[in-house]
């Protein structure tokens, strides 16, 4: 059973968990919590709609690797198992069992929270994760914006499944002058960021992939404009999140008029995020091998989770 999951990237749903279990308990609860108020949504909903999000992203997982094994044999044979392990058969089913589970526990919580509605969210997801595996990362930008608009889903997931409860305490809303939009600004930011990044995370790998995408015939950015082209889109796609990190944190100081002055936040983005990214865009311009863009692919995925941690600081500055 152990070798269904390597299938299922377990580090990368674990993220996908401490994502939204942060953004609902450091960012959400943290600001409802500054007008008196509390998270509405019953813990046994969430996990069920944690468990759902992680399930619906594990079948997909299943699923690109049974449609990419002939590339991963070029690219990285050594990570292959459908076909060695996993039959291609197992493989199908396991992606269903998982999909199917999560569509589930994702109709069930949507049913709950009194938005059947947002069960289609889960429905769409599992839809578009196997035409991903199938055609869209196969054609030019569709494949990297996809994946990179899915991972921005993921924090605004707690939020989509809170408000309808927030929703039903409108007079206590307007008692407290709860300003809605500070939550969505927050929350909304960290889904703009996990977009840029991922993106730019995308076309690394792209770039990291090119022999195998090549010789299948994939019209990835590498393979269409070329490493140098790609490379200098790279730069541009981070360079454009240090500007927009930039904005981003001067409304923050200046428009909501933080005082006194957050050193602490500042501090941070700098060593953490800021100088990090900088360093990554010289890494990918300077790139000349699959290792060296391996590195700049984890450097990526580090710096985004070095931005979730931020949500720890987050709260520490609003309770001092």
């Not at 198992?81 to 396991?94: D, L, S």
């Not at 404009?225 to 889109?233: A, D, N």
């Not at 995020?273 to 010289?282: D, R, S, Y």
Request: net charge positive; with cysteine.
């Amino acid at each position: 059973m152990l070798k269904y999951f390597r299938l299922v990237r377990f580090k990368n749903l674990l993220i996908i968990a401490a994502t939204m279990v942060l953004v609902r308990y450091m960012l959400i609860q943290t600001i409802l919590s500054g007008y008196g108020l509390e998270l509405q949504m019953p813990i046994w909903y969430f996990v069920a709609l944690v468990l759902a999000t992680m399930l619906v992203a594990a079948g997909g997982y299943v699923i690109n690797d049974y449609f990419d094994t002939k590339a991963d044999l070029i690219n990285r044979p050594e990570t292959v198992v459908v076909g060695k392990q996993v039959t291609r058969r197992g493989a199908i089913a396991f992606h269903l069992v998982l999909s199917i589970l999560g569509i589930f526990l994702g109709t069930v919580v949507s049913f709950r929270v009194g938005r059947p509605v947002f069960s289609l969210l889960f429905f769409l997801t599992a839809g578009v994760l196997w035409f991903y595996s199938t055609t869209y990362k196969r054609q030019l930008f569709v494949g990297n914006l996809v994946v990179a608009f899915l991972t921005a889903m993921v924090p605004l997931i707690p939020l989509i499944f809170e408000f309808p409860l927030l929703g039903t305490f409108s007079d206590v809303i307007f008692i407290y002058q709860l300003n809605m939009k500070v939550i969505v600004y927050w929350v909304g930011g960290y889904a703009f960021f996990a977009f840029m990044l991922t993106l730019a995370r995308e076309i690394i790998k792209d770039i990291e992939d090119f022999e195998g995408d090549t010789s299948l015939g994939r019209n990835t950015i590498p393979v269409h404009f070329g490493v140098k082209t790609s490379k200098l889109i790279i730069a541009t796609v981070l360079s454009l999140t240090l500007i927009a990190l930039l904005v981003a944190f001067s409304a923050y100081l200046f428009k909501l008029s933080v005082k006194p002055f957050d050193y602490v936040s500042l501090v941070y983005l700098v060593i953490f995020i800021v100088i990090p990214i900088f360093i990554l865009i010289f890494s990918v311009l300077l790139a000349s091998s699959k290792k060296d863009y391996h590195k700049a692919s984890s450097l990526c995925k580090i710096i985004m989770l070095l931005g979730l941690i931020y949500t720890l600081i987050f709260r520490f500055i609003v309770n001092l």
